[in-house]
């Protein structure tokens, strides 16, 4: 019966479709012999948006294990160049100070718009152990503060699964959820 409940709950998702999560993805190189796990924010229009969360990780080969590190970030469309030269990300985990390593930057001009991705490579502890079990999960980029919606929490804890079982197929993504 459990099971039959788990596989109702997972079609509902499947049909419904919540596109406000991110995709979780995860892609095999042969050439490589290493799995790429990622998320893909969602796209947004308009010239300014809530960061999205960005989460990278890889394991070796097919069989999943843990990374020993991944990369934990943002990406925001802008007018304008923002974040070009102060770029600082700080972070509250149910309210406590998270210890992140100095932050990265790249960026990208598109028409009309500018792609900015703050991003730091932290232990995969830092997201299993800490960020994927919190409640509330919180960011401070330069003077801009934000909070993850409950949709990115629970990326979090779906990025944390691919890792831990073969939950999402390769090349695809797990449920666009």
Known sequence: MKEIVSLFILLLILITGASSYAEIEIKYD??????????????????????????????????????????????LRVPNWIYLKCYHLSCLADGKPVSLPPSEHKGSVGKSYIVERIYVSVPFSVIEQHLSKCEKVEFKLWNQEFALSNYDIEDLKFFVEAFAEKKYREKGSGPTH
């Not at 796209?43 to 948006?49: D, L």
């Open 30 to 75: 042969r050439f490589q012999d290493r799995t790429t796990v990622w998320t893909n924010p969602k796209k947004e229009t308009g010239s300014w948006i809530q960061p999205g969360l960005i989460l990278i990780g890889y394991y070796e080969g097919r069989t999943p294990s843990k990374p020993a590190k991944c990369i934990l970030g943002c990406v």
